[in-house]
């Protein structure tokens, strides 16, 4: 098989050349080590390649499952196989191995995918650009200067560029979707409970993550669902599935849907015109579809939904520092800065306000769910803005040297409460203001890549959906996928 031919096949379609004895999987392997190496030294988007794992893997002879033989990628956070680090994009965790294989990950492997390597993420997966001290700066095959998105940001990259028709992700706040936006690629958060986390976290975040995989063919997200989505005993709860597997979504068309659109940040930072364009631009095309789209105003302080998500995420990341020092044999300053203030933040918030934020959670969960009442979907941007430039979130050179001594005399507990804090807060997360609500809610949603700027840059829609509604939402993207197709737009060769 020639690397053009093995670019035309989505991860479905190669698993059923592998079927059929018309490929082996370990010539598969080699086309996509082959990419790897063509493509990595520009793009970063490999932290650890296993090489020798993939071939051992692609040579079984009882090598079986819906994806058997097909070359896969997992993310490195909160996605362990035994034997192998997982650095959470740090560099103290680089050292310690998995004694066991996530959920998801033996999943995979009972699927029969080949995994040869993990792809890069920002520390603790805590931004929405994938830089790091440790491994540098991941980079946007459709411009190099510009961000694969985070914090599966590697993954993005890999498949974007060819390396693997598909990848592992999670999201806790976007890392599914921001990464499909940035990359021209199909990304489904399934919503709470959906898709089981363990064995080490039954319910990350308070329910806010999700783990899933970044694809270019609606249907290999779908299979993928089956794969990951059956009940697991140790979980937390058990979330019914559909009477049918995920996977027929796709040659089901959805009956006629009413679908809210907005374009406004709920923060009410800035969108760029190129973002109200794609919202609008993908309303009119469902519009000819025969679906209803409407623009609608959501009863949500976007604003307190923004700081009350910030409040777990920093408390959540002071307890990610303290067990990576932990386990690591670290101190905090062998971090990230960022990690360092996001940790020291955390560590200031009391018990009470801590709980007050997150019971505040349920207050979008019911205005969302008021909104479902009267719409199958909400219709919004993924990104606010055309994908970053490279360094554009950077902590600037002085506050990194300033910063870490007044860490060390307990200054986080002062700034969290400080207006520089909320602002930059808000700044923060002002080129990715839509996501965090499905996460909070729980609710499944997807960014659909129906949208390339004038610069040719892609820019992806997000539609939110309410609970259980993970069929419905394959059944539009694949919609979509049909009226507009976007699986042959590749980004640019790779400059030799």
């Not at 028709?165 to 990304?187: E, K, Q, T, V």
Request: glycine share 10%.
């Amino acid at each position: 098989m020639r690397y053009d031919e093995y670019r035309a096949y989505d991860a479905v379609g190669l698993a059923e050349l592998v079927a059929k004895g018309d490929v082996h999987p370990t010539e598969l392997l080699q086309l996509a080590l082959d990419r790897t190496a063509q493509v990595d030294p520009s793009l970063n988007a490999i932290s650890l390649l296993m090489e020798q794992n993939g071939k051992e893997l692609a040579q079984r002879a009882d090598l079986t499952g819906p994806f058997a033989g097909v070359p896969f990628l997992i993310k490195d956070l909160g996605q362990d196989y035994a034997g192998y680090p997982t650095s959470g994009g740090t560099g103290p965790l680089r050292k310690v191995r998995a004694t066991r294989n996530s959920i998801v990950v033996q999943r995979w492997l009972d699927a029969g995918l080949v995994v040869f390597g993990k792809t890069t993420t920002p520390e603790f997966g805590s931004k929405a650009i994938t830089e790091t001290r440790t491994f540098g700066a991941t980079r946007n095959p459709w411009n190099t200067d510009r961000t694969p998105g985070g914090s599966s940001g590697g993954s993005g990259a890999a498949v974007a560029a060819g390396v693997v028709p598909m990848a592992g992700a999670s999201d806790g706040g976007g890392s599914i979707r921001i990464p499909a936006g940035c990359n021209g690629l199909f990304g489904l958060k399934p919503g709470r409970g959906v898709v089981p986390s363990g064995p080490v976290f039954g319910d990350p975040l308070f329910g806010a993550v999700s783990e899933g995989v970044l694809s270019r063919s609606v249907r290999d997200t779908a299979a993928m669902l089956d794969v990951l989505s059956p009940p697991d005993p140790g979980a937390p709860y058990a979330v019914p599935r559909p009477d049918r597997p995920y996977r027929d979504a796709v040659t089901e068309p959805p009956r006629r849907l009413r679908i809210g659109f907005t374009h406004a940040a709920p923060q009410g930072t800035p969108v760029d015109p190129e973002a109200v364009r794609a919202v609008e631009q993908v309303a009119a095309l469902l519009e000819s579809l025969g679906h209803t789209v409407e623009p609608i105003t959501l009863d949500i302080d976007g604003r307190q939904l923004a700081f009350d998500f910030m409040t777990v995420w920093t408390a959540s990341a002071a307890a990610e520092l303290e067990q990576a020092c932990r386990v690591g044999h670290a101190s905090p300053s062998d971090f990230d800065i960022d990690t360092q203030v996001l940790a020291a933040v955390g560590r200031g918030v009391p018990a009470p306000e801590l709980m007050a934020a997150h019971a505040r959670w349920n207050t979008y969960t019911r205005a969302l769910a008021d909104f479902h009442a009267g719409h199958d979907l909400l219709l919004t941007p993924t990104l606010a803005e055309p994908p970053l430039r490279i360094g554009q979130n950077r902590t600037p050179a002085p506050a990194e040297t300033l910063l870490p001594p007044l860490l060390r005399i307990g200054a986080g507990k002062v700034l969290a409460r400080t207006d520089f804090y909320r602002n930059l807060v808000t700044a923060n997360l002002a080129a990715v203001p839509f996501t965090q609500l499905a996460n909070i809610t729980g609710r499944p949603a997807m960014s659909v890549p129906t949208h390339w700027t004038a610069s040719g840059l892609p820019l992806g829609t997000q539609f939110v959906g309410p609970t259980g509604s993970e069929y419905l939402l394959l059944q539009l993207a694949a919609e979509l996928e049909t009226a507009q197709p976007w699986f042959d737009k590749h980004p640019p060769e790779p400059k030799a």
